[in-house]
């Protein structure tokens, strides 16, 4: 089986700029093996050279899903993170 890519976008917040990439990848748990899934992960990027800064984080979802993407994105354009922040 072969990962292949669903989605890349670039998304910027307070002077960072964020690269999400998710792909259908196989998985690698016994009990789910050659079973495929949607991976996406964030690092940070230059966009001028697009070279890959410190990774941020990632998530996943249902093969051939976005859910998980979107939702790291909209997260990142609101808050600058993956995850929404705790509310204390």
Partial sequence: ???NKLKQDDIE???KTFFVST??????ASLNYR?????TMVWEINPET?????FVGQDEHA?????AHNRVC???RKYGTV???DED
């Fill in 74 to 76: 909209e997260n990142l």
């Fill in 13 to 15: 917040f307070n002077g």
């Fill in 50 to 54: 697009r070279l890959r800064g410190a």
């Fill in 83 to 85: 995850d929404e922040p």
């Fill in 35 to 39: 079973s495929m899934y949607a991976e």
């Fill in 1 to 3: 089986m072969q990962d």
């Fill in 63 to 67: 093969e051939n899903s976005l859910y």
């Fill in 23 to 28: 792909i259908n990848r196989e998985s690698s």
